[in-house]
């Protein structure tokens, strides 16, 4: 049984909270994780009654919670919890209605909100006596649009809050895949002494979707692919796969290490560029038998737009364990099939005992992050024959779902819960997030300094083919979700 607490939803009646947060809540609830006392306030502009919200929440679990029992004794207990608040955050008036947090309970403020808005609710939670020792606020990325606007956010939140009651939240961190990587590099002694430039050739990262701008026109048009998945997603990926061994796994020794690595990364630079970053726009096309349009024609996206719906890096890591290893970063939209997935690509054997004609394939070890949370190792291995020596590339699937009972737990479930606990171990620290829009704005900066062409793709491919070439010239190739 966890403590009592109070959570406050900012953005209650929001996509998020619909689609993801109260189905999380509504799981853990059935598995009793909750205390009798904990309870649910949902923060929204709209005029509403509480049983017209609990209304919009019991379809929303029936449309987007994965657990099927939605009885009524469960649905009961669940909805007690819930109460809906009108809020203006400009409003003195809704401020000043709001109940004192009680020193026993904690208060969890989480924003669901546009960015925009963090600087402002957090200023006005401290004006108004909203915040003690046993309070915390959780933010979604992304914070900030460049290292000047992420500078003003944490600021603003730290001006009402110690960093260890801020909780920045990105859930792929959530992932069960993800966190299996500490495991999997930790507790194994086969992988951690291999995890370095004497064994491994190249390490690939892609976040792919198949997905277009669902609505997001205009904020995506202003943000874009690197942005709004490279800055966060995946170098927060990276760290993981390449930081060194943390001291322990508190979540300050997993953070300071991770830091490190951003701090390590090597600069890209006009002498580089063109071999390390490759930009990407899709175009019409067709995905699952569904003709596309091109982003150029989505809702939102202004006349002749110029940002990328998709980007591949080439990053290097200064430091002895990665001098050498590209780091291959692959993100877009409207991409062939949802897959997200770490690769890890070892060197070829030093010498071919079975002859030239036959052909030795690297191995890899792939943890796939989505849709099919797991871990595959590609082995060679020889066919059964009475004669001749035959090599075949064969699997060793680790499909998590198949051996966990809660294998289909929702990445915000558990971050809820660390929350709610208070470990911070799997949310971005202040200096990690400042130190990935410094080498992201540079990025940027570059590109507005150089004309860095911007490829058409097609929708449905696997991005523009710049980005095949880029690998293709150091003899290597994507994995492409195989």
């Not at 992988?191 to 792919?208: G, K, L, P, Y």
């Not at 770490?342 to 004609?357: A, L, M, R, T, Y």
């Not at 294998?407 to 911070?424: A, F, M, S, T």
Request: charged share 25%; glycine share 6%; aromatic share 10%.
């Amino acid at each position: 049984m966890l403590e009592s607490f109070n959570l406050y939803i900012f953005g209650g009646t929001g996509d998020l909270a619909q689609r993801k947060l109260l189905p999380a809540l509504y799981r853990q609830d059935l598995l009793s994780s909750f205390s009798k006392d904990s309870k649910i306030i949902a923060l929204g502009t709209k005029e509403m009654t509480n049983e017209e919200y609990k209304l919009i929440i019991r379809n929303s679990l029936l449309k987007y919670s994965k657990i099927c029992d939605l009885d009524n004794n469960s649905w009961d207990r669940f909805s007690e919890r819930i109460s809906y608040k009108k809020i203006n955050i400009k409003s003195e008036t809704d401020w000043f209605s709001f109940a004192k947090p009680n020193k026993s309970i904690g208060s969890i403020y989480y924003l669901a909100t546009p960015p925009s808005l963090y600087k402002e609710i957090s200023i006005a939670l401290q004006k108004n006596n909203l915040i003690n020792h046993n309070s915390r606020i959780v933010v979604e990325k992304p914070i900030g649009s460049d290292y000047a606007s992420a500078l003003e956010i944490n600021n603003a939140l730290a001006d009402g809050f110690n960093e260890n009651q801020i909780y920045r939240i990105d859930h792929y961190l959530g992932k069960e895949a993800v966190q299996n990587l500490l495991a999997l590099r930790f507790a194994n002694v086969i992988f951690e002494n291999i995890w370095s430039n004497s064994a491994i050739d190249n390490i690939q990262i892609t976040v792919a979707e198949n997905l277009s701008l669902e609505g997001r026109g205009d904020y995506y048009d202003k943000t874009g692919a690197l942005k709004d998945m490279v800055q966060n997603h995946l170098l927060q990926i990276l760290c993981l796969v390449a930081m060194e061994p943390p001291t322990d796994i508190t979540s300050e020794s997993v953070r300071d290490e991770k830091l490190k690595v951003l701090k390590s990364l090597a600069l890209i630079d006009k002498n580089n560029i063109n071999a390390s970053c490759i930009r990407g726009q899709y175009s019409e096309g067709s995905i699952d038998n569904t003709l596309k349009k091109r982003y150029l024609d989505e809702g939102g996206v202004g006349k002749g737009s110029a940002t990328e719906t998709f980007v591949a890096l080439k990053i290097m890591i200064d430091n002895w364990r990665w001098a050498g290893v590209p780091f291959y970063l692959r993100t877009g939209k409207n991409m062939a099939k949802k897959c997200s997935e770490i690769v890890i690509e070892f060197k070829s054997i030093p010498h071919n005992i079975f002859g030239k004609d036959k052909k030795l394939n690297t191995n890899q070890l792939i943890l796939k992050l989505q849709p099919d949370e797991g871990i595959q190792l590609k082995l060679m291995t020889k066919e059964p024959s009475v004669s001749g020596f035959n090599l075949k590339e064969l699997p060793l699937d680790l499909v998590l779902n198949e051996y966990h009972e809660l294998g289909h737990q929702d990445c915000y479930e558990r971050l809820l819960l660390d929350v709610i606990k208070g470990n911070p171990a799997l949310f971005m620290r202040r200096d990690e997030v400042e130190a990935s829009w410094v080498w992201i704005d540079r990025l940027v900066e570059l590109w507005d300094q150089i004309d860095i062409p911007l490829h058409e793709y097609l929708s449905g491919s696997w991005g523009p083919s710049a980005s095949d070439l880029m690998l293709d010239k150091e003899n290597r190739s994507w994995r492409n979700g195989k």
